[in-house]
């Protein structure tokens, strides 16, 4: 057992996620902006596009990053599909 484990304070990985979503977000704004103004030469109409695209670019990262989930993340007590009482269900 980790000490993270023991304190039930969260892992580098999980205090780090956020940040990491940010980033992509950010890094995926900022292109989309540059291609943008590199096209229009329009700072205002660049901006609005770094907007659009980093908050949608967010809402579709953090809603994948729900969505997955590991065999290990599973809470205690709970089953996964073709978990018997005493383990897994062979065939």
Not at 63 to 90: H, N, V, Y
Request: net charge negative; hydrophobic share 50%.
């Amino acid at each position: 057992m980790t000490r993270a484990e023991k304190t039930g304070a969260p892992a580098r990985r999980e205090r780090f996620r956020p940040l990491e979503l940010l980033a992509v977000a950010g890094v995926l704004g900022v292109f989309t902006g540059l291609i943008v103004f590199m096209g229009t030469r329009e700072w205002v109409v660049a901006g609005i596009f770094f907007g659009v695209v980093f908050i949608v670019s967010l809402v579709v990262l953090a809603m994948l990053a729900l969505a997955f989930t590991s065999p290990d993340d599973k809470l205690p007590g709970e089953k996964l599909p073709g978990e018997g009482e005493d383990g897994p269900i062979g065939h």
